[in-house]
């Protein structure tokens, strides 16, 4: 079974930076799709960022040209860059694996994603 730990979290100020680490027990066929979400208290949960195998990259209009999301299959390790952060980032941000990314929004089509804990990031202005 998948296992995700989410590290890398933090408190920065406003237009700071930081990256967040997702590391997988192992990658398969099944988990071909890998993405970030985040959730807010008194918010739904929204995708940040998803990443196909093949390198093809999704984002949310919010975060686009601040966030990056990047992977390194030898160390089965997936990356979210944040830069230019804003108070209206602040959440908990979760990485999950998925079988299929949808086409141009950050979110999957399939419904048998594994999620990690979670890291929080909190953004002060």
């Known amino acids: 079974q998948v296992r995700l730990v989410e590290s890398g979290g933090g408190s920065v100020q406003a237009g700071g930076s930081l990256r967040l680490s997702c590391v997988s027990s192992a990658y398969t066929y099944s988990h071909i799709c890998m993405g970030w979400f985040r959730q807010a208290p008194g918010k739904e949960r929204e995708g940040v960022a998803t990443?196909?195998?093949?390198?093809?990259?999704n984002y949310a209009d919010s975060v686009k040209d601040r966030f990056s999301i990047s992977q390194d299959k030898a160390n089965n390790t997936v990356y979210l860059q944040m830069s230019g952060l804003k108070p209206e980032d602040t959440a908990m941000y979760y990485c999950?694996?998925?079988?299929?990314?949808?086409?141009?929004?950050?979110?999957?089509?399939?419904?048998?994603?594994?999620w990690g804990q979670g890291t929080q990031v909190t953004v002060s202005s």
């Open positions: 999950a694996a998925g079988l299929r990314c949808r086409v141009g929004r950050p979110y999957f089509k399939s419904n048998d994603e594994t």
């Open positions: 990443i196909y195998s093949d390198g093809t990259t």
